[in-house]
């Protein structure tokens, strides 16, 4: 009953002091009106950014994302807070100039504002400035570049990644075209051929004067059985005389044919062992080209596959919005300003009197013995 009492009794000191509670009102409205109207006008400007999970255009890796993943994504919020970018930015679009004195690590506190929402793939990038086009274009070109630092990086690593297969296929490449080269030059300058049919020719030229030379060497034999055989009466001289002839005829027709016999298998001789060893190097130059083309081709498949799966080692950013010029001042905000002065006064107000009333009962609470010991007295 005593709380409640108070309350009241609280209730009836604030309404007879309403008065007071107006005027703190009031003036604290005036006043935060009158500084939201003098404040210079600030806008900003807001540009998105899409994190695209590695696994490129395959939904399963797309949908495959984590607490863990989607707080690993506040990493990228550096590249677009980077100092670097942030003084590029203002270098190329002529806002240095605006604030000569300032650092820039006080200017990207006071203009640029980097987040990543709580569960989501998206980092957003807010630009506040005098200038609602100065806004967007800044907000826009950290956006731009940040897609471009990481596209950047990616490709370097993707280059360092594929350096040694890149070189090992170069180098599987030289030697294939050198023994294209090789069997080509050996192809254009060696016929070989043209030199096995001389073989072949020579072999059967030799074959038919072996040939001949075997018939000769028959006739000969016959011949010389002819010549020790007996001759009948009266024709036995010119018999005999006739078969002398051929037998040296036919002595003579074998001397030449061996002699062409040893020509032949000179030539044969020689020419087979010069086509031997020419088939022999044709033989190697078309192992070593095998041997190229198929090493080129695995040096190849493995440049493909580290090529191939570089979607799915990095993530890829990529300008989701590139925000739109604002049309009304983030700051001041004379709404929010007049009514966060309002309610401060008004707790302010009600607080200073809730501690002078409760002073106020103190202090009657201590007179209070005082008058009833001077009553005792007079009685």
């Known amino acids: ?138 907000a826009q070109y950290i956006a731009e570049h940040t897609v471009a630092l990481n596209a950047s990086l990616e490709r370097q690593t993707d280059e360092d990644l594929s350096k040694e297969p890149q070189r090992l296929f170069d180098a599987a490449k030289a030697r294939r075209a050198a023994a294209e080269s090789a069997k080509d030059l050996f192809t254009k300058t060696t016929p070989v051929e043209a030199l096995d049919k001389e073989v072949l020719v020579t072999a059967e030229l030799r074959s038919e004067v072996g040939k001949d030379l075997a018939r000769s060497r028959a006739e000969l034999a016959n011949y010389l059985g002819q010549q020790q055989a007996p001759q009948p009466g009266g024709a036995g001289e010119p018999q005999a005389g006739w078969t002398q002839f051929e037998i040296v005829s036919t002595r003579a027709k074998i001397q030449e044919l061996e002699n062409q016999d040893r020509q032949l298998l000179q030539t044969l001789t020689s020419k087979s062992s010069i086509l031997e060893n020419l088939r022999r190097e044709r033989d190697a130059l078309d192992a070593e080209l095998k041997s190229a083309r198929a090493d080129e081709e695995v040096e190849n498949t493995k ?26 001042p983030s700051f001041p905000n004379p709404p929010l300003n007049l009514g966060v002065a309002f309610a401060l006064s008004l707790m302010a107000s009600i607080g200073y009197l809730a501690m002078r009333f409760a002073y106020d009962r103190v202090r009657d609470t201590q007179r209070e013995p005082i008058f009833s010991r001077h009553s005792d007295a007079l009685r």
Not at 21 to 35: N, P, Q
Not at 48 to 77: C, H, M, N, Q
Not at 309 to 323: M, Q, Y
Request: contains cysteine; glycine residues 4%; charged residues 25%.
């Open 303 to 328: 440049l493909s596959d580290v090529k191939s799966t570089s979607a799915a080692r990095g993530v890829r950013l990529k300008v989701l919005d590139p925000g739109i010029v604002p049309q009304r």
């Open 1 to 138: 009953m005593r709380n409640a009492s108070e309350g009241l009794e609280f209730a009836r000191y604030l309404r007879r002091r309403w008065a007071l509670v107006a005027i703190t009102c009031a003036t604290a409205v005036v006043i935060a009106g009158a500084v939201s109207l003098l404040l210079p006008a600030r806008y900003t400007a807001t540009s998105s950014i899409l994190i695209e999970p590695p696994g490129g255009g395959d939904p399963r890796a797309a949908t495959a994302v984590s607490t863990v993943y989607l707080e690993s994504l506040k990493t990228y919020e550096r590249f677009a807070s980077s100092d670097t970018l942030f003084e590029h930015a203002l270098n190329d679009l002529h806002l240095r100039e605006r604030y000569p004195g300032a650092s820039t690590d006080t200017l990207k506190r006071r203009i640029l504002e980097v987040t990543k929402p709580a569960s989501t793939t998206i980092i957003d990038i807010s630009a506040t400035v005098s200038d609602p086009k100065d806004a967007q274009m800044l």
